[in-house]
């Protein structure tokens, strides 16, 4: 499976320009044979957009992804979308579970290449660091798998990575490919690293980060999306793109679920539990 990170330029506030742009990068992605591709977090807005939040909000069933499922259809391909601020009052009145009857969540959706949703996963670790996110926002309370392309994917978002039992709960599920739409900022750019192949090794599967790039008032991401193999190893990132670390690029790999299956077996670490 052919899996692109779109490390997308994301301009606060803009959602318009901002969709238009995931839009374009997932057609090149498509044209570049891709089979499933992530998007970065909040990136219709921006998550330091903060008082953008509530204006910016909408339904599972709102324009944006709708907009994204209709490109899931009409390129064929599996989409990880991003996340989205949903407005949770507008998701129940729509028909969805949601964790709350109103207020605001950081929200990521997987579409098919139907065009269908697969699987929602609303950020459970909410970051309180000189950020807002835990005044605005409703944590999720559950975790979700879906099948595609002969892997199990799951997604965690952004400040998750620092919470290794959601990345384990998620292995012992099932999950054999982890997307982690985000928006890490400077300078913590070794935590960022670091803590992404180490969720792929102590599991034993594929992590993939999808990160943003873009400049806000009081942060700027640092790009470099990776995606890392169950051996810990990286199998692309900006550079070898030859993009500049948090320049915005289409980070891609071809991936095979065997290659779960055959570290496991040659290193059964989860046999040795206690």
């Known amino acids: 499976m052919r899996l692109a990170c779109c490390q997308l330029e ?11 742009r995931a839009l374009d ?14 998007l970065p977090e909040l990136f219709t807005i921006g998550y330091f957009e903060f008082s953008e939040y509530e204006r910016g909000a909408e339904s599972l069933s709102g324009p944006t992804l709708s907009r994204l499922a209709a490109a899931a259809r009409e390129y064929d391909i599996g989409i990880v979308a991003g996340s989205i601020v949903e407005d949770l009052e507008a ?16 929200t990521s959706v997987f579409l098919d290449r139907a065009g269908e949703r697969r699987a929602v996963y609303r950020k459970r670790h909410l970051f309180g660091y000189e950020s807002e996110e835990t005044e ?8 979700a ?35 982690v739409p985000s928006a ?56 070898a793109s030859r993009h500049a670390d948090d320049e915005p690029a289409i980070v891609t790999a071809d991936i095979d679920p065997e290659r779960v299956t055959s570290v496991r077996e040659e290193f059964p670490a989860f046999r040795d539990r206690r």
């Open 10 to 20: 994301i301009e606060a506030g803009e959602r318009e320009r901002n969709v238009e």
């Open 25 to 38: 990068a997932i057609e090149t992605a498509a044209n570049d044979d891709a089979d499933l591709v992530c």
């Open 91 to 106: 998701s129940s009145r729509d028909g969805f579970e949601t964790p709350a009857d109103r207020g605001l969540a950081n």
């Open 136 to 143: 605005l926002l409703v944590p999720g309370d559950s975790l």
């Open 145 to 179: 798998t879906a099948d595609f392309e002969g892997f199990s994917l799951g997604m965690t978002t952004c400040y998750d990575l620092r919470f290794p039992e959601c990345y384990r709960a998620l292995a012992e599920a099932g999950a054999t490919l982890i997307l």
């Open 184 to 239: 890490w900022p400077y300078p913590r750019v070794d935590h960022w690293e670091t803590l992404q192949r180490a969720r792929a090794i102590e599991n034993q599967l594929f992590v993939a980060t999808c990160n943003g790039s873009g400049v806000f008032r009081d942060a700027t991401l640092c790009g470099r999306s990776a995606i890392t193999d169950p051996w810990g190893e990286s199998l692309a990132d900006p550079r």
